[in-house]
Structure formats: C-alpha cells, structure tokens
C-alpha cells in the first residue's frame, strides 16, 4: 500500500541556518510521482515541486532543493538560508499512475524560523 | 488568471444536517479533487471528479457525495454531519495525469 512518512512533526531554526525536511515514501507501482507542497498559516496549499520516478535528478530552485533517491524511497527537502517567511507547514505527497491521481500526504512538518 | 475559487470560506452546522460546498477550478483544469484535512494532519483524498463522473474515491462513507457540472466546478455534498466531521475541506484542480494540483483556500467546516 502506498504511504509516505514525515518522521519530523516539528523543526525550530533561526533565520540563516539551512534546515532539511525528511521524506520516505512507499509504493509497489513503478511509475509515480512525488510532490512537496507548503501551507503557510492562511491555509492554502502551495505547490513547490513535481518529480515523477524515472528522473532522479537533484533540483535547485533559488534557496529550495530536493534530493530524490529510489534506492533509499526518499524525496528530501532542503531549505538554504532560511527567512522567517519560511514558516510553514511542509506536506510530501505521493501519487501513483496505476491507481490514479489521488495525493497521499504525509502528516506534515512544522516549520519555525525566529528572527 | 484565476485560481482555484471555494465557498463559504467558513460554515457552521449542527450533527444531521446536510452541507454542500463548491468549487471553481483553475482556469483550463478539467479535474477536480477533494480532501479532507482535520487539524493537525495532511489531507486525505475524498474523490475526484473528471468529465462529471467519480473517477476515484478514497475511503469515505457514502455520505459523502459529490457532483462535477459541465463547466468544470464542482460540489461536495455531505450528509447525516457527524461531530468528526469538522475538518478543513480543500479542492484541488489538475490537468491530466501526474500533473500538480493546485489548491484553493479551502472551507472551514464546523460541527456543533
């Protein structure tokens, strides 16, 4: 069955310090897709990033990355410098192409950044 | 360009009664999603809607039910409210498979 596991409920850091989010997925599909989404306190989740299984290419967008390893199920989320602004809620999702195009999330990390 | 539009913004009912809440997809999605996200937790999937048909359903009672119109909007549609019920209810509109969903703001459902 297809789960994903965000073993952090909770990070605190202060501003500038570089902090990553865990990610570990299962599945038995082969074709999937895994995505990390950010809900600030308004509530609206905001879409950050698609990968879909056969690109394991690391990602950098600005001060975001994301590392995907098949061989270890996970899709990790690195933020660099971070900002106040950062503070957020971080959901992983997977999606899996034989089942459909239903998101399961993991239960969330909980991001703070103190000035 | 619009995003993903829903309303109310907040509701309040009591258990047994019935609730409908709606959806605007973004503009040139055709797929819309449903989830239920109770305080503290990720969202969990309720069902999506492609060509006005259920197209997958996630593991809710048939109480909830929903109704995709040939615009593309949509409803959900939960009746017999149960406490366990309150929960934050987001839609998310998509097009085609594996792409992102994008989400809308979401309504507040409160059970008295």
């Known amino acids: 069955a297809q789960k994903v596991t965000q073993a952090q409920t909770e990070i605190s850091v202060v501003e500038k310090e570089d902090v990553t989010l865990d990610c570990v997925y299962e599945?038995?599909?082969?074709?999937?897709?895994l995505f990390w989404y950010k809900q600030p306190p308004s509530g609206e989740l905001v879409f950050l990033i698609r990968?879909?299984?056969?690109?394991?290419q690391n990602e950098i967008s600005g001060r975001y990355s994301w590392n995907f390893q098949k061989s270890t199920s996970s899709f990790n989320f690195t933020i660099t410098a971070s900002q106040v602004v950062d503070s957020a809620v971080y959901f992983c999702?997977?999606?899996?192409?034989?089942?459909?195009?239903?998101?399961?999330f993991g239960k969330g990390t909980t991001l703070s950044v103190s000035s | 360009d619009a995003g993903v539009t829903q309303s109310p913004t907040h509701l309040i009912k009591t258990r047994g009664q019935q609730v409908t809440l709606r959806c605007s997809p973004k503009?040139?999605?055709?797929?819309v999603s449903w989830y239920q996200q109770a305080l503290g937790q990720g969202p969990q999937f309720i069902f999506q809607?492609?060509?006005?048909?259920?197209?997958q359903r996630g593991n809710f009672p048939d109480r909830f039910s929903g109704h995709q119109f040939p615009n593309y909007s949509s409803e959900l549609n939960v009746n017999a409210l149960l406490l366990g019920d309150s929960a934050l209810y987001l839609c998310?509109?998509?097009?085609?498979?594996?792409?992102?969903?994008?989400f809308g703001d979401g309504t507040r459902l409160s059970i008295l």
């Open positions: 998310a509109s998509s097009l085609g498979r594996g792409k992102p969903q994008h």
């Open positions: 599945t038995r599909d082969t074709t999937y897709y």
């Open positions: 990968r879909n299984s056969f690109d394991e």
């Open positions: 999702a997977l999606s899996e192409a034989a089942v459909g195009t239903a998101l399961i």
């Open positions: 503009s040139g999605h055709d797929t």
């Open positions: 809607y492609y060509e006005e048909e259920e197209r």
